[in-house]
Each structure stands twice: as structure tokens, then as C-alpha cells.
């Protein structure tokens, strides 16, 4: 069956990306174990049992198995293959970077080294880079073919994951183990409180399209402009008396009421990679 994303009702897309976010911003836990985690619970959502985080290197035309979620006697941790036999050289040279087959044998796949060498009958891969330059893919797989074809939706989804991966190995320039604390790294952890603060302010979708708007346009923004953009009869009052104080008081704003006009607050920064991924959200499934 397809991600829930894909059949969610409107606005059920919000407790989504709570739960998604509560997983790569987990305080005190190291980027590998959330990695785990959110393979452990996408390989449900994506309805394929297995998932990986491979390195590829070009010039020795291999790849190398950094981290495996499931059991599979060809997908191990440290395990490197010979790239030509591996559905990630069709997904690295895809013009798109992502890489969907729904059903191996049913799209010409039977005589492809990579079904002969891993026998998967469904994937769906997208490329890593770091700096400008290829790293590896973050791939998600079975050995039988899905049920229901893999959507557009669904692509895009792992193409955010990848997105995620890509931000935190140009962090570190590698993947950390399992041990490496958060905030000795990136000196500073975000609690659940902080979390539960972002899903509250980005709960109602005019309070989303405003700090979308910040992403657009990190100058001022008068509040004119915004009541246009929201095209509600009733934002002007529900901007100035709920919508405006709510982000203000979170410090995802700064709101001058004398020039009427919005800019980054002091804690944009905190909230700025979840409402990318509502904007990248918004632009995919809301037409």
C-alpha cells in the first residue's frame, strides 16, 4: 500500500511531519541511531523492508553498504559491491537523482545484474551529495514487488530524507556513530519542548505560509502583503490578534508595529529546516 502521506486527509499531513521530526531532532541522540529510527519506522510507511545508506565510489566504480535497516544476506553494514551490479548506478545517472521500481520483473529487470546479484523486486532510491559532489544513496527496497505502484508523492518523500542525510554528513563530512552526542557537535540539542513549540506555531496553514514567506524573502514583509497572500476575508484580524503574536512570542519573527512589516526573528533559525520541508511539502502535493 501506498505512504499514508499519499491518502492523508487535508491537514493530516501536520501530525506526519510531527512524528518525522520528532525522529531526526530527537535530543541527545546521535545522527546514526535517528537514521535507524527513521528507517525502522519508513520502511512500514513505504510498505519495502529493507533501507540503506550506501557510499559510492567512482573512481573504484563500487559501493559500500554504510548503514542497513533489515535482513538481507546481500545488504550487510560494510559490505562493498561492484557498482554495475546494483540498481544505484541507475539511480545516480537518473536526471532526477531518484530511482522508483515498483515491480522488478514486471519492468524488464529479470536479466539486470543488480536483480541477479540482490533479487529485489521493488526499490526506490535517491541520490546524496555533499558539497556539490556525488556521496552515495539512501534506498529503501524488497525482495517482492509492491503491491500498489510507488507515487510520485512517495518519491518526493525519500527525496526530503535524502535532503536530511545530505545536511548532517556536510556537517560532520561523515556520517557519526552511535555515541557521538548531539550537542558536543553542534553545541546545542533541541528538547521536546522546543519541538512541541514548532508543531503548535505551524499548526494553523496561515501561520505555515507566513514563515514560508520568510524563506522566499529574508527582508521585511509588510503585513499588507500577507493578508493578500492568505486570501481570507478575515486574515487581517486573525493576523494582528493571533496568527502575528503566536510567531512573535516564539521568536520566529520580528514584528514592527509601528511599519507594519515582519522579518527573521531570533529563533528562525530553529524552525527554518521544518518549515522547508512544509514548503517543499506544499509545492509537491498541493498542485
Not at 491518502?7 to 545522527?31: C, H, K, M, V
Not at 541477479?116 to 532510491?125: D, I, K, P, V
Not at 494553523?204 to 486570501?231: C, F, G, K, M, V
Amino acid at each position: 500500500m501506498p505512504h499514508s502521506i499519499c491518502t492523508s486527509d487535508a491537514g493530516g499531513e501536520l501530525p506526519y511531519f510531527q512524528r518525522l521530526w520528532r525522529t531526526l531532532l530527537a535530543p541527545n541522540i546521535d545522527p546514526q541511531t535517528r537514521l535507524e529510527q527513521l528507517f525502522d519506522h519508513e520502511t512500514t510507511e513505504f510498505d519495502l523492508d529493507y533501507a540503506f545508506l550506501s557510499y559510492i565510489d567512482l573512481e573504484r566504480e563500487t559501493e559500500r553498504f554504510d548503514i542497513v535497516h533489515g535482513s538481507h544476506e546481500r545488504l550487510n553494514p560494510g559490505t562493498t559491491v561492484p557498482l554495475s551490479k546494483t540498481y544505484c548506478r541507475k539511480t545516480i545517472t537518473d536526471p532526477e537523482g531518484t530511482l522508483a521500481v515498483s515491480d522488478a520483473l514486471a519492468e524488464g529487470w529479470a536479466d539486470d545484474p543488480a536483480y541477479e546479484t540482490f533479487e529485489l523486486g521493488s526499490y526506490l532510491g535517491t541520490t546524496i551529495s555533499v558539497d556539490g559532489e556525488l556521496y552515495g544513496t539512501l534506498c529503501f527496497a524488497n525482495t517482492a514487488a509492491r503491491d500498489d505502484p510507488i507515487r510520485d508523492e512517495e518519491k518526493t518523500l525519500i527525496e526530503m530524507h535524502g535532503q536530511w542525510v545530505a545536511y548532517t554528513l556536510e556537517l560532520w563530512g561523515r556520517l557519526p556513530t552511535r555515541g557521538t552526542r548531539l550537542d558536543t557537535v553542534e553545541g546545542r540539542t533541541v528538547s521536546s519542548d522546543a519541538i512541541d513549540s514548532m508543531m503548535d506555531a505551524l499548526r494553523r496553514r496561515p501561520r505555515r505560509e507566513i514563515l514560508i514567506a520568510l524563506l522566499e524573502d529574508t527582508t521585511e514583509i509588510s503585513i499588507a502583503t500577507l493578508e493578500r497572500h492568505i486570501n481570507d476575508e478575515n486574515a487581517g484580524v486573525r493576523l494582528l490578534h493571533t496568527d502575528l503574536p503566536k510567531l512573535a512570542n516564539a521568536g520566529y519573527i520580528e514584528w514592527d508595529k509601528k511599519s507594519e512589516t515582519i522579518s527573521e526573528g531570533p529563533t528562525f533559525s530553529e524552525v527554518e529546516p521544518l518549515v522547508q520541508l512544509l514548503k517543499e511539502y506544499d509545492s509537491a502535493f498541493s498542485g
